[in-house]
């Protein structure tokens, strides 16, 4: 019974050091809001697992999250652990948590509202995206991609702000 108690301490202090790890893109959102952490499992040899996705394959910040990870991890005392890539089912914007999404906004990024899976439709948001600042939905797309390119680039016409959207992916 100690062992399973202690394997527990030692996943959720995992838990605890994910979360405080930034996503080099977006600052104010960790890994774990973001919902690129699959799973954090004990193995049979001891080992804990620790399950990482991309947003998407070839995103430039992969090997950045995964050493910040492997830094946080190494200081938070749970022992031996490995961590993997997950690259099937692919991550979705599904998987931002609920904080992460109030922190995007908060950031000045408009959540994703849906996934879809078409890049089509992706490029195709007939949505009106509301300003984060000011709540207006007289807006324009600029860009289909923004800083990166999950995300696209966006104007309000009423209080004349750039601002990005979150891609539905």
């Not at 090997?63 to 993997?84: C, D, H, K, P, Q």
């Not at 390119?149 to 004349?160: E, G, M, Q, S």
């Amino acid at each position: 019974m100690n062992a399973l108690l202690d394997a527990e301490g030692r996943v959720s202090r995992a838990w605890d050091a994910l979360a405080s790890v930034e996503d080099p893109e977006i600052p104010a959102l960790s890994i774990v809001d973001l919902g690129l952490i699959r799973g954090v499992k004990p193995r049979s040899d001891g080992t804990l697992e620790v399950e990482i996705s991309p947003t998407y394959v070839g995103c430039p910040a992969t090997e950045v999250i995964r050493r910040s990870a492997e830094r946080a991890l190494g200081g938070a005392g749970i022992g031996g652990f490995v961590v993997t890539s997950v690259l099937s089912p692919a991550w979705t914007s599904d998987w931002i948590t609920p904080e992460g999404r109030r922190k995007l906004e908060i950031y000045g990024i408009v959540p994703p509202e849906r996934s879809t899976g078409s890049m089509r439709d992706v490029l195709r948001m007939n949505r009106p995206v509301s300003c984060p600042r000011c709540r207006s939905a007289d807006t324009e797309t600029l860009s289909e991609f923004g800083s990166t390119p999950c995300k696209a680039l966006h104007r309000c016409r009423a209080c004349l702000e750039p601002f990005e959207c979150f891609k539905c992916i």
